[in-house]
């Protein structure tokens, strides 16, 4: 009997908990249930995150796009490059897939919004706070931003979780983009090497004479 009581409670827990995320315009899918996007699903099985919290039109991260990743610290010749590339994927009606960080991401994710594109943005931390920004709400209603994340809504930024998101940055995508990335560390190249070792999706990386270390020695 106290077990069942127990269920009981948690059932209701969850409810008000669900509910309170509702009111603010976040809501909740699970791995089990259909509209669970399609590229998670049959990339990683098994492996797929059992709950996404998220914010927008859920199909956007079923449409066909790249994703596009690098450094926090990134050169001007790099924002530069990724700024170029976002505006010819959004004339070739891509969406573009990146992580919500500052650098090479933030980069991606505002030309593709600033040009009338798509962007599904993958954050590991604060969606509940991202969701209040007035740019992001406006680019929701517009169908041209979905906040994606599989950490609490409510969740501080945390190492793990940011690591972590990296892998469905590149498997929600068709092909990923490699602006920027410092040699052997960081999630950018963590993340790069993760895709090349599982095989996901082809990865492109930029390669000119302005490109630092680690772009050259994603390459070799």
Known sequence: ASRTSDLCYRGVQLAIELE????????????????????????????????????????????????????????????EFAEKLVMKAVKEDLTIFSGGARGIDSTAEKTAINNNGRCVSIVPD?????????????????NQLLLLSTANPNAPFKPYTAMERNKYIYVLSQAAFIVQSTEKKGGTWEGAIENLKNRWVPAYIRFDEKVPAGNRALIE
Do not use: M
């Open 20 to 79: 309170k995320l509702q009111s603010v315009g976040i809501q909740v899918v699970t791995r089990s249930e259909e509209n669970y996007p399609i590229f998670l699903r049959k990339r990683l099985q098994l492996a797929r995150p059992p709950v996404l919290f998220y914010a927008g039109n859920l199909n956007l991260a079923n449409s066909l796009g790249i994703s596009i990743v690098g450094s926090r610290n990134a050169e001007q010749s790099s924002i």
């Open 126 to 142: 604060t969606l509940a706070r991202r969701i209040k920004v007035r740019e992001n709400r406006e680019a929701i209603v517009k």
